[in-house]
Structure formats: structure tokens, C-alpha cells
């Protein structure tokens, strides 16, 4: 390892570029972050623009990107709005909520916000990555999409003219699980400009599978043909507890998740809105021992699950009107009345109400009053959702503040808590209004850092025999000790054995840092990216 110099208060920066998206940028960013963190520097994670629905809230109730969330975990650091500035969230085709430094701006369509706002966007990106610099050793750059997409070049703020802005080599990465990874090398590197070639230092081939000897010969080739180095060829790496970013990502890893459940395990069905967001809030279940977690879009896939969850959704009222056009509510609505268990996280919450309200097309985009004034919802909770102006983003902590209709024995026999402990986030712009009694899941604690107060309220709505049950809070089937004791009240009505051993979740995603940055050092030249960090700094 060499060490690292730059000039005072201006760290030294590096950046990953992909031949396309899903290329996995992200992962490899963090792996990089991780191994500089490991190796004794202060490091910080950049993505100056970023577009996707799964959001992460900084311990200052303000909204990035995931990844930058995670990549931030991964430098031991808490995550600030300089790590993704300027965050997109799709509103609808040729829409997005803009997100600046975690707070909505507008909404603008893509002409608007390419032709008006990226010229204020690159000041705040420039400001951003400037006090980033001068707080760490490395920053470590994730670009966006491609850099060769002609059309975009002339305002981009995502790749080749941030890395000019940040004085930063360019490592280039491509997917050959893909296909074409040869073409989409020597593509990309023949649409850069010279002064954008000469800063790409690198290439990266991700996802490989098979025998890398097989693809030595290709190596040899590109490196002749483009006369840059291929840094490593990296193996796909399945089974971290790593978040995905965008959907994109969650239908290659779920591809395989849509066979039946054996009888030994749980049934989850996830509705796959065509708004998710947020769906790393599933994440935990996919590690647990004898759980079975599968997306339903269709009344043909929703079977006999033991429960149906309900995810996040950017639109509430578009993705209502998919259950019903789908038949998917009618099969919930039949379900419930066989016991079945329903559990509605954030906009799903929202649709286990009677009525979604909308008149000013907060949550919509639309304003046609007679479509979106009122919007019936499922009518399971005795309450009402309207979309306002005002986006609430906090980090809550409390308890659980009811048993879920679990018997004592099922706590006891694990020794958990009767009320176990909770954290997790909120990010809306609904609020809920209730029209009649409501027992209440959740008992939450909301430090405001504005006013430095602290707020305890009660959370969610559930039945009295604790099979549906609704919440604002993302992140809440990430508490171990509280997953524990919910799906061991489905085991036992179940018949099957109950867990005793919690499933530590964040443990295990501290250990995939560790695992994703050994695989990275095990298949790509890090002393070679020492090196090329030295010379750019």
C-alpha cells in the first residue's frame, strides 16, 4: 500500500464509471470504501446526482440515495446530503421529485430539469464534493449511467465533467453478465473525447462467471486495442446483505425467488407495485432460515401466502388503482376474511385505509379532482391519508406497544422482551387522520433537530388479533428481536418450530463490507489503484 498525499485540506479523489447502469457501480464503490476505510484512511463516498426510489434518511431526517446511505455505513461515517446532493425521485414516464441537499425542490419533468436546473445543480455539486475534500483523505466517486451518452455530455454533472471538476482518475466498469462486454468497453472508449480517455486509468469486468482462463485471450485483446490496464475481472458475489438501489436490481435478484414455498416454511408474498420504493425494507426476511419470500404482480401468482406485505410506494394512488385493475385487491379483501395476515409498510399502510385524499395532485401529479379528491382504499382501518405539500423525513426509535396477539409462551420460550425495542425511519407526505378507534402497534419517540425537542406519539394501526397491521416506519422489519417474535407467533399458528436464535441482521451486513472488500481485493490490482490514487492527488 503506498501512502497517499495530496495537498492540504483537498483530498485525493478516484471514480467509478459504468459502461451502462446496473453495471454495479454502487457495490464496487462501496468494496473501494471499505478497503480504504480498512487500510487506515478517512474516506467519504460521492454520487453528485442520483435517480432511484429506495432512499435512505441521514441521521439529520434528511433524504439520499441508498447507496450513498450505505456506502457511508461501509466508511464508518455518518451519511450527510454532500454524499448525493441532488437526488431524483420518479414521479411518473418523463417526471421526477427533485431532492435537493434532502429536502423536495420540485417536481420537474426531464426537458425542465435539464434545460433550468442543471446549470444551478453543478454549483451545488461543485460546493458539495468541495467540503467532502476537505474533510477526508479519499473520496471515492460512483458516476451515473453512462458517460458515452452523446446527448447528454454538454450539461452532464454525473460523469466525465465531474471527474474534470473533482481532478479525479476514472476506473471504467462493465457487466459481462450482460453480454457484449468487450463492445461495450471499446464502444464507450471510442465516444469519449481524447482528454476523457486519457483519464480513464482502468477497466473493471464485473459479475464474471466460469473460468476467468477462458477469458484471458479477451483481456489480452482489449487491453491492446484500448491500451488501458483491465484492473480485474470480478466474480459475482451472491448472498450479501447488502441493499439494492433501484428495482432494476431487485428483479435480477428475485428472478429466482418465485417458486412455490416448501411446507416447512413461511410464505411471504410481497406485492410488486409498479412503484415500489423502499423495498430494502423486505431485506431482512430473505435471511431468515425457513422463510420464503416471493413478489406477486398478478391475482395468478397470489396462492396461499402466510402473510401478504405491502411495501412503500412513490405513488399511493396510482399503485391502489393497480391492485384493483389487477384483481389483486379483491384477492387481499377475500383473504382477510379467511385470516389471513396483512402487513402494510408506509404507502401500503396508507391503502389499508378507507380513502386516499389528493385534490392538489400532491402525490399524483395529476389534478383532475374528480380522479384523485377520493380514492377509496382497502377499508380495513377505520382512517384517512392526504397528500401534502410539507415531505416529513425523521429517524424514530420507541417499543412495541402491543403483543401482535402473541401468547406469552412465545416470547417466554425465546426470551424476548414483551415490548422490544424499534428503530427505523419515516419518509411521507401523507398523513393519516383517524375516523374511529384504532389500537395502536407502535410507540414512538421523534428527536427533532430543528428545534432540539423530543416528540412521543403513538404508531400504526393493528387488529385486535394482530394478523394486519400497518406502519409508517421503514426499517421496522430490521429489528431483530422484534422479526423474532412476529414471525415466530406465524410459526407456531403454523405448526412449525419457533427460531431461538435471533438473526442479526446488522451483523450481518457489517460482515458483507468485510466479505465484498476481500473478494475485491482477492480479483482486482489494489496496489495498482493505490498508485493511480497517488498520481491524481
Known amino acids: 500500500m503506498e501512502e497517499i498525499t495530496h495537498q492540504s485540506k483537498s483530498a485525493a479523489t478516484i471514480m467509478l464509471q459504468g459502461t451502462a447502469s446496473d453495471v454495479g ?3 464496487l464503490t462501496t468494496a473501494l470504501c471499505r478497503i480504504l476505510r480498512q487500510d487506515g484512511y478517512q474516506v467519504a463516498p460521492f454520487k453528485s446526482q442520483n435517480m432511484s426510489l429506495n432512499s435512505y434518511i441521514t441521521p439529520d431526517g434528511k433524504e439520499i440515495g441508498r447507496a450513498q446511505g450505505m456506502q457511508a455505513d461501509a466508511c464508518g461515517i455518518a451519511a450527510t446530503t454532500d454524499m448525493n446532493p441532488i437526488l431524483l425521485k420518479p414521479t411518473g414516464n418523463m417526471s421526477s421529485q427533485v431532492v435537493v441537499h434532502g429536502k423536495p425542490y420540485k417536481d420537474l419533468n426531464a426537458r425542465a430539469y435539464r ?3 442543471l446549470p444551478i445543480a ?3 455539486v461543485k460546493e458539495a464534493l468541495a467540503r ?3 474533510q477526508n483523505d479519499v473520496v471515492v466517486i460512483e458516476g451515473a449511467g453512462s458517460p458515452a451518452e452523446v446527448n447528454l455530455k454538454d450539461r452532464d454533472i454525473v460523469n466525465m465533467r465531474l471527474a474534470g471538476w473533482a481532478e479525479a482518475p476514472v476506473i471504467l466498469v462493465a457487466d459481462i453478465d450482460r453480454g457484449g462486454v468487450f463492445a461495450s468497453i471499446v464502444g464507450t472508449m471510442e465516444i469519449l473525447e481524447p482528454h476523457e480517455r486519457d483519464r480513464v486509468c482502468g477497466i473493471i469486468i464485473n459479475k464474471f462467471r466460469g473460468d476467468v482462463s477462458l477469458l484471458q485471450p479477451g483481456v489480452d485483446w482489449l487491453e491492446a486495442r484500448i491500451g488501458k490496464p483491465v484492473l480485474g475481472v470480478v466474480p459475482y458475489l451472491p448472498g450479501l446483505t447488502l441493499e439494492d438501489e433501484d428495482s432494476l436490481s431487485l428483479d435480477h435478484k428475485l428472478a429466482s425467488g418465485n417458486q412455490p414455498a416448501r411446507v416447512n ?8 407495485l409498479p412503484r415500489i420504493s423502499n423495498f430494502t425494507d423486505i431485506d431482512p426476511l430473505l435471511h431468515e432460515p425457513d422463510v420464503h419470500v416471493r413478489y406477486i404482480t398478478s391475482q395468478r401468482d397470489f396462492g396461499t401466502p402466510d402473510v401478504v406485505l405491502i411495501p412503500g410506494s412513490k405513488n399511493t394512488i396510482e399503485d391502489l388503482k393497480f391492485l384493483h385493475q389487477s384483481g389483486i385487491a379483491a384477492c387481499l ?3 382477510v376474511t379467511q385470516g389471513g395476515r396483512i402487513v402494510g409498510i408506509c404507502g401500503g399502510y396508507q391503502m389499508l385505509g378507507e380513502r386516499l385524499i389528493d385534490p392538489d395532485g400532491i402525490e399524483s401529479g395529476n389534478t383532475n379532482f374528480n380522479d384523485y379528491s377520493h380514492v377509496a382504499g382497502l377499508g380495513i382501518f377505520p382512517m384517512e391519508t392526504a397528500f401534502l405539500s410539507d415531505k416529513f423525513t425523521e429517524r424514530v426509535s420507541g417499543f412495541v406497544a402491543t403483543d401482535f396477539g402473541i401468547s406469552p409462551h412465545v416470547t417466554s420460550s425465546i426470551g424476548a422482551h414483551s415490548q422490544p425495542p424499534i428503530q427505523g425511519y419515516e419518509i411521507h407526505m401523507g ?3 383517524f375516523l374511529g378507534p384504532v389500537t395502536h402497534p407502535f410507540q414512538i419517540k421523534v428527536d427533532r433537530t430543528a428545534d432540539k425537542t423530543t416528540q412521543f406519539h403513538e404508531e400504526g394501526a393493528i387488529t385486535a388479533d394482530g394478523r394486519i ?10 429489528n431483530d428481536e422484534f422479526r423474532l417474535v412476529w414471525l415466530n407467533r406465524i410459526r407456531a399458528d403454523k405448526g412449525l418450530p419457533l427460531q431461538e436464535q435471533i438473526v442479526a441482521f446488522g451483523t450481518l451486513r457489517e460482515q458483507s463490507f468485510d466479505l465484498l472488500a476481500d473478494h475485491f481485493r482477492k480479483y482486482v490490482d489494489v496496489e495498482q489503484i493505490y498508485q493511480i490514487l497517488q498520481k491524481g492527488s
Open 431 to 433: 398523513q393519516t387522520q
Open 115 to 117: 434545460e433550468q436546473y
Open 469 to 478: 397491521w400497518g406502519t409508517y416506519i421503514h426499517g421496522i422489519l430490521h
Open 25 to 27: 457501480k454502487s457495490l
Open 265 to 272: 416454511e413461511l410464505d411471504i408474498a410481497v406485492i410488486r
Open 333 to 335: 379483501l377475500n383473504y
Open 132 to 134: 467532502l475534500r476537505s
Open 122 to 124: 453543478e454549483t451545488i
